[in-house]
């Protein structure tokens, strides 16, 4: 089985500001690794995935994330954000074979400032 | 289609009542997911349909609940005698085989049960 933990509810920035959302996972088997970005009353859109081969993903608008196996981490990054990127920002593991299902952590809202 | 649909939007059920949400996946993807995001929290795994077989349906919190895809396209989750803790939003992910090839989401159906 496996488990996600977004270790910050809510991470408040001002814009043009570096940000970072972290994840920590747990598995007994290989996994591949997802950021999903939700907007309010919207579905959930893929920021970017790690599947295999280079451990620095990037992904659209500009986000980016590191995989780290011997910290079982996948922290997002963005160097600098603007006010469009307030959303919620879910961290997702699926385990490599079986039904691959995603397991979500609980989320991170950031909220950019002017 | 160009996207997963889900239908209807909102539903207002009181209790007690029976509800059907429906899912239109993408064209051509095998692979179709079910999920329930209460109110603050990730979303929770709940069954998953490979064409039209069920492979997994360990998520499916009580026998209320079921689902089915029985030409491997649409898929209707059912939910029979709602109670208030079934309020969520139900989110639809369909992906062309596997994990790796990406799940995209539906806009979600909002229930509400009063």
């Known amino acids: 089985a496996q488990s996600v933990t977004q270790l910050d509810s809510q991470v408040p920035v001002f814009e043009e500001a570096p940000v970072e959302l972290r994840c920590n996972y747990s598995s007994s088997v290989s996994v591949y690794l997802f950021w999903y970005v939700q907007y309010p009353n919207q579905g959930l859109q893929l920021l970017l995935k790690?599947?295999?081969?280079?451990?620095l993903v990037k992904g659209i608008n500009g986000f980016e994330a590191e995989f780290n196996k011997s910290q079982t981490s996948f922290h997002l990054r963005k160097p600098s954000v603007h006010i469009s990127d307030t959303a919620e920002y879910f961290c997702a593991v699926s385990g490599q074979g079986g039904s691959e299902k995603l397991v979500f952590g609980k989320g991170t809202k950031l909220t950019v400032n002017p | 289609g160009a996207g997963v649909s889900q239908s209807p939007r909102y539903k207002v059920a009181k209790r007690g009542q029976d509800v059907a949400l429906r899912c239109d996946p993408i064209?051509?993807?095998?692979?179709l997911f079910w999920y329930q995001q209460a109110l603050g929290q990730g979303p929770e795994f709940l069954t998953y349909?490979?064409?039209?077989?069920?492979?997994?349906k360990s998520g499916l919190p009580s026998d209320r609940f079921f689902a089915e895809r029985p030409e491997g396209s649409v898929s209707t989750l059912k939910i029979q005698r709602t109670q208030q803790e079934d309020s969520a939003v139900y989110l639809c992910?369909?992906?062309?085989?596997?994990?790796?090839?990406?799940?995209?989401f539906g806009s979600g159906t909002r229930l509400t049960v009063v």
């Open positions: 992910a369909s992906s062309l085989y596997r994990a790796n090839y990406g799940y995209t």
């Open positions: 349909f490979q064409n039209e077989a069920q492979l997994d």
């Open positions: 790690y599947l295999s081969g280079s451990t």
């Open positions: 064209s051509g993807h095998v692979s």
